[in-house]
């Protein structure tokens, strides 16, 4: 990313970095400062919307140093946006007045249709530029049949963290169902060490439990999220969604948590992680950047899993996608011929190496020809895994647009012992109607 996450996860890694939310600038790929986007010399000049933060900024310039390089004929220059509402408000705005650059990044999901594709972006469907994505990425980026991006970034999970070396000295094994889950976690409380890593000191984190289940969810009922945004399930009535409450209240009723999970964060779960005195974390795969800063000797003793639920046979990962890059449709003629060959290099194993060199990758390119570098974290690798096997589905929020905004703060409650898991979910249910409303979903 510099993903402008909406929670739970655009908006779940705003709490791994901190943005900046800093005044607009243009930029070239070498230096800042303006420039105008006019053609002379035979070359074609683009402009690319993307985050003012350290991380967007320094991707897009390895990127557009390796796109220049294949394309001597066009010069890419960058514009930046803030994080958060300012960015996505920005975004919005800039299509809805017929402004945005030639080039812009954003979410891909179900906020990528809240921008009117149909209506404010260029169709790809066909060409060159999206001929390597993986076909696991084009529902978060159409409507209908018609395709409007391309990847940007990696994917990721959410799922558990795990030390090996102490599964290893237990001798247990990665679980693929709840009750296998259940029994290992007992067997580490035994042992004396934490079983379950909590760190409510970030309150998002406490919803792993829920959200990272939805794979379970979906693969009971495959129109569940489709019901679940025309108010035809819920989490209070529904055993199999109420399930990660309830799972998530079993983790304080067994006192499986640290005993500061209070107040603890982040690094500190990760660092009791990667010290073995924690040995299960139910964290966003991405997180594995803090896991190197906090233990950058141990990062290869953490392996990743997906959490699982009752049936074996189905068990796969709950994945969160990459954010896509779009051309308007304001962008036009030569302009859009080079803006096209600038998304077909960023889907491309090329781009993917270029993203690499700037930052380590959290998990799999969904490009074709895309491979990981052989140094990656053992975690990322395991979340590639699960992409390679097929036993992956998209997280609730690129299938539905129906979030809460209370739903970490129940969780916390539910982690804390303060409210049953039952309910907690139907308080839930409750805050998703207002939302649902507010929004003018049909149903509700």
């Known amino acids: 990313m510099t993903r402008t996450n909406p929670r739970p996860t655009r908006r779940l890694l705003a709490f791994a970095v901190a943005l900046t939310l800093a005044p607009l600038t243009a930029c070239s790929a070498g230096s800042l400062g303006s420039s105008s986007d006019s053609d002379s010399g035979g070359k074609t000049t683009i402009t690319w919307l993307t985050g003012v933060d350290e991380t967007a900024q320094a991707t897009a310039k390895s990127i ?33 007045t017929g402004s945005m650059p030639d ?22 469907t066909g060409d060159d530029a999206v001929a390597k994505v993986d076909e696991a990425f084009d529902p978060q980026v159409s409507v209908g049949s018609d395709v409007y991006g391309v990847p940007y ?67 009971a009922d495959q129109n569940w999220a489709k019901d679940y945004t025309a108010n035809k399930k819920k ?57 190197a800063a906090a233990a950058p000797d141990k990062v290869n003793d953490v392996g990743f899993f997906a959490l699982p639920g009752s049936d074996a046979a189905s068990n796969g990962l709950t994945a969160w996608f990459p954010n896509a890059v779009y051309i308007p449709n304001t962008t036009k003629d030569a302009k859009l011929t080079a803006a096209k060959k600038l998304l077909a290099f960023i889907a491309s194993p090329a781009g993917c190496d270029a993203q690499s060199q700037a930052s380590p990758p959290t998990g799999p390119y969904l490009v074709e020809g895309c491979t990981l570098p052989a140094d990656v974290p ?11 096997a097929d036993k992956q589905s998209p997280a609730l929020e690129f299938l539905s647009p129906v979030k809460g905004p209370n739903l970490e703060q129940l969780c916390v409650e539910v982690g804390s012992g303060i409210t049953p898991a039952a309910d907690a979910a139907k308080l839930y249910d409750q805050d998703v109607e207002k939302q649902a409303q507010q929004l003018g979903l049909a149903g509700w």
């Open 103 to 124: 080039v812009f990044d954003y979410n891909s999901g179900s906020l990528f249709q809240q921008i009117a594709p149909e209506k404010n972006l260029t169709k790809l």
């Open 64 to 96: 557009v140093t390796a796109f220049e390089k294949a394309n001597p004929d066009v010069t890419v220059k960058l514009d930046g946006k803030p994080a958060g509402a300012d960015g996505d408000n920005l975004v919005k705005t800039r299509l809805q």
């Open 378 to 388: 053992q975690v990322t690798k395991d979340v590639q895994a699960y992409f390679d």
């Open 235 to 291: 989490y209070a009535t529904d055993p199999v969604a109420l399930a990660g409450f309830q799972h998530l209240q079993e983790i304080h009723d067994k006192g499986w948590e640290n005993a500061d999970f209070a107040s603890a964060k982040v690094p500190d779960g990760m660092r009791m992680l990667a010290d073995g005195d924690g040995v299960m974390y139910p964290i966003l795969s991405g997180n594995i950047t803090t896991l």
């Open 153 to 219: 970034g990696t994917a990721f999970g959410g799922g558990v963290m795990y030390n090996k070396k102490v599964y290893d000295q237990l001798g247990l094994k990665v679980p693929t169902t709840w009750a296998e889950f259940v029994s290992n976690a007992d067997a580490i409380k035994a042992a004396g060490k934490t079983a379950v890593i909590q760190t409510y000191g970030e309150t998002w984190t406490a919803q792993l439990p829920i959200l990272g289940d939805f794979h379970n969810v979906s693969a």
